[in-house]
């Protein structure tokens, strides 16, 4: 099992650059695949990026494509989430989750195949 814990949300004006941190608690962190979805008020939760364990592979969605990178440091048990550009549609919780199908090799969009995750981060993107 993995504990996350989120850090680095804060309020910030359009077109602002943040860097999202998690910290990832328990053993095995290389063998998770990482990955970071948001929720605005009134809005589902959706994928926003995810990270293969040894980050040869991203994925993303289209919103944030060109102006999020994610990265992982296996060696700090921590992934990053950098946003630049930022938009006011961008404020929402950010959460990061771990994937743990050892048979998955690549990042997935699908919410429901990441087993844990955190306790979320607010991002504010102000006009």
């Known amino acids: 099992q993995v504990q996350l814990a989120e850090s680095g949300g804060t309020s910030v004006q359009a077109g602002a650059s943040l860097r999202l941190s998690c910290a990832a608690s328990?053993?095995?962190?290389?063998?998770?695949?990482m990955g970071w979805s948001r929720q605005a008020p009134g809005n589902e939760r959706e994928f926003v990026a995810g990270?293969?364990?040894?980050?040869?592979?991203?994925k993303y969605a289209d919103s944030v494509k060109g102006r999020f990178t994610i990265s992982r440091d296996n060696a700090k048990n921590t992934v990053y989430l950098q946003m630049d550009g930022l938009k006011p549609e961008d404020t929402a919780v950010y959460y990061c989750?771990?994937?743990?199908?050892?048979?998955?090799?690549?990042?997935?969009?699908?919410?429901?195949?990441?087993?844990?995750w955190g306790q979320g981060t607010q991002v504010t993107v102000s006009s």
């Open positions: 989750g771990a994937d743990r199908t050892l048979s998955r090799g690549l990042a997935s969009s699908q919410l429901d195949n990441y087993a844990y």
């Open positions: 328990g053993r095995a962190f290389s063998t998770y695949i």
């Open positions: 990270i293969s364990r040894n980050s040869g592979s991203t």
